[in-house]
């Protein structure tokens, strides 16, 4: 089964302090997207860089602490739930000045993805770049009954072919059985427990697993425990084609 669970993933040193859990790429068995889960030390840093394939753009995701973004030019603070996205050959650079450890999703729809030093562009004044997104300006709003969720990185910020969001589970909510004909999902449990439908079982994901369904892979998510769980849903796509199915036969 494609799910990998965080006892079973490798932290392995990506850059000077930054350490990566590998949670999705040709290494686990993804065709289409690789997933990490990164760890910045304090003073640790990730100098001005550029992602040359034409399908290597890179969404980034903050969870915790704060990092900061040099991103063509202009310098932000990110936070928990702040989102850049950097789009193939954009250069992009982080920094961890505040002291404490922060802690970043990276996500590329397409599996090996490489990584090439550039010089920084000259700093300029100018409006936000749309792919840099605070979470105090996205919407929050229910998917389903239960199920609130934030689009993190669509199409509004010239994503090509990604599409990345965040979904709140309450107790007792179900997110519909589902499959996409063509492409890979990848879901990562951030927080809490999932009883999820993979093909033809049910099993229980937790704080840490990487979920990866394969293209007309039948799956779903319910949260029978009594906490909100938090879950990251990554396609390697902008328009997610997504057929609704019958799971009426699984003990879920
Ligand atoms: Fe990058
Ligand atoms: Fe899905």
Redesign the pocket.
């Known amino acids: 089964m494609a799910i990998l669970r965080r006892a079973n993933q490798r932290l392995l040193r990506r850059f000077p302090g930054g350490n990566r859990y590998y949670l999705a790429g040709s290494k686990t068995g993804s065709r289409m997207l690789h997933v990490g889960d990164i760890r910045w030390a304090p003073g640790s840093s990730m100098p001005c860089h550029i992602h040359p394939e034409p399908k290597a753009e890179e969404s980034q995701l903050m969870l915790e602490g704060e990092l900061e973004l040099t991103y063509e030019g202009q310098t932000y603070t990110m936070r928990p739930g702040d989102v850049a996205l950097a789009p193939p050959g954009t250069p992009h650079a982080w920094v961890n000045k505040s002291g404490k450890m922060a802690r970043m999703i990276t996500v590329f729809p397409m599996n090996d993805p490489s990584t090439k030093d550039v010089e920084p562009p000259p700093i300029k004044n100018g409006p936000q770049p749309r792919g840099v997104v605070f979470k105090k300006d996205m919407k929050l709003f229910e998917f389903q009954p239960g199920i609130m969720r934030y689009d993190l990185v669509t199409e509004a910020q010239g994503a090509k072919s990604t599409f990345f969001s965040m979904l709140f589970f309450e107790p007792g909510s179900k997110?519909p059985t589902?499959?996409?004909p063509a492409t890979e999902?990848a879901?990562f449990i951030v927080k809490g427990e999932l009883t999820a439908v993979y093909g033809n079982e049910v099993t229980v994901c937790r704080t840490g697993d990487l979920y990866l369904?394969e293209p007309g892979l039948r799956?779903?998510f319910t949260n029978k425990s009594d906490q909100q769980a938090v879950l990251l849903?990554i396609?390697p796509t902008a328009r997610?084609e997504?057929v609704l199915v019958d799971d009426t036969d699984l003990p879920y």
């Open positions: 997110a589902h499959y996409h999902e879901q369904a799956h779903g849903a396609h997610v997504r």
